[in-house]
């Protein structure tokens, strides 16, 4: 616990700093057994508000354009977050309670206070922090504070102050499962991880990529939206240590994680353990493996490079990755950037592709976008 920043106690609660990554908007009224407390609840209300429960605080985007809006970001509008709003009244039979310029008014004081807290480095977020609690697969759900949790998304911080129960903050710190990851880092010698470890121990821990906001996995949430996650079939090509197989896998999708690395494939074990968030884990190569199944979404990131020099690599490789991925393939390139591009269009049947971010790594200019069938 030594690492954790900023930690608050008090007999029943906790107030501890959380990644962003791991905050999710509340779960639906039924499945939190409070549809009882809604007045004039209605099936077409309900419809509604399930699109926007228990999804990453990234993919809220009502409340993600408002505030980039506020925040003078072009192309941002308020447009998503007044039809959310309108709509949580009408579909239950009620008036809004306030116009849209009423509402905006609100707003922009509302945001005009919290970005005056957070440029004076004011208590305000951790003495009024946001409200949580902690479910498997490892995430913290949002009771109160979508606002406030969407601001500080939108203003790059990684980490926001929550409060939660103690048991649920025990839970988070699963200290057996903690125990063998340290043993296993230890064992392996690591000094450098190329993403996040979700978890306070490592908070101090450098990594390689997806620390600064806006991540890649930033980009690929925010273009995904609110399509609906749970149950979908993804596929993550060179999972590498399951940062982005965890982060699916908490939203909902069936996982299946590729990496034939036995370095980075034992710790990733031990990391879905710490986290909670098991999925299926392949150790084949891809070019190699037997997929039986269609996945909605692949993610394909820095690692066609590695080989598609190689004819003998790269032809059934791109056969398998059109094969089993039948929507779209979220891909970050090397440094021959158009070189893999046309590779990737012309060896598969994907139709499209959209760039979504010019993005750096590993000492590389790489580039961030999406293939579409």
């Given amino acids: 616990m030594d690492n954790l920043e900023k930690e608050q106690y008090s007999e029943v609660s906790v107030t501890v700093e959380v990644p962003v990554e791991l905050i999710f908007t509340d779960v639906d009224v039924r499945t939190a057994n409070r549809e009882h407390l809604i007045p004039d609840f209605t099936e077409m209300w309900f419809a509604h508000h399930l699109s926007f429960s228990d999804i990453s605080i990234a993919r809220l985007e009502p409340h993600r354009m408002l505030f980039r809006y506020l925040m003078g970001v072009p192309a941002a509008s308020p447009e998503p977050y007044l039809d959310w709003y309108v709509k949580i009244h009408t579909l239950r039979g009620q008036s809004p309670e306030l116009d849209n310029n009423e509402l905006l008014m609100q707003r922009q004081m509302e ?10 480095g004011s208590t305000f977020f951790s003495d009024y922090p946001i409200e949580v609690s902690y479910r498997t697969p490892g995430r913290f759900n949002i009771h109160d ?9 939108c203003s790059g911080l990684r980490r926001l ?19 063998e990851t340290e043993a296993t880092i230890t064992g392996q010698h690591r000094k450098l991880f190329y993403t996040p470890i979700l978890h306070p121990h490592f908070y101090n821990v450098r990594c390689e990529r997806d620390e600064v906001y806006k991540t890649r996995l930033d980009y690929i949430l925010e273009y995904i939206g609110l399509l609906n996650l749970r149950d979908k079939n993804v596929l993550d090509i060179g999972c590498n240590i399951g940062y982005y197989s965890r982060h699916f896998t908490r939203e909902g999708a069936k996982v299946t994680g590729i990496e034939p690395d036995s370095y980075h494939f034992e710790l990733l074990k031990k ?9 299926e884990l392949i150790t084949e190569p891809m070019e190699r ?5 269609e996945y909605e979404i692949g993610l394909l990131l820095t690692v066609f490079y590695h080989l598609m020099r190689d004819p003998m690599k790269r032809e059934p490789f791109l ?7 039948r929507s779209m393939l979220f891909w970050e390139s090397g440094d021959n950037i158009e070189e893999e591009k046309s590779m990737l269009l012309n060896g598969t049947s994907f139709k499209s592709y959209l760039k979504l971010a010019d993005t750096f790594g590993t000492g590389k200019y790489r580039e961030l976008g999406v293939f579409l069938k």
């Fill in 271 to 279: 990391l879905n353990l710490l986290e909670r968030t098991p999925f």
């Fill in 111 to 120: 945001f005009i206070n919290m970005r005056d807290y957070l440029q004076t």
């Fill in 161 to 179: 102050p929550v409060r939660m129960t103690k048991p649920d903050y025990e839970r988070w710190l699963n200290d057996h499962a903690l125990l």
């Fill in 145 to 153: 504070g979508h606002h406030r949790a969407s601001f500080l998304y």
């Fill in 289 to 293: 493996s037997q997929l039986n199944k």
């Fill in 319 to 325: 056969a398998v990755v059109n094969r089993s991925v």
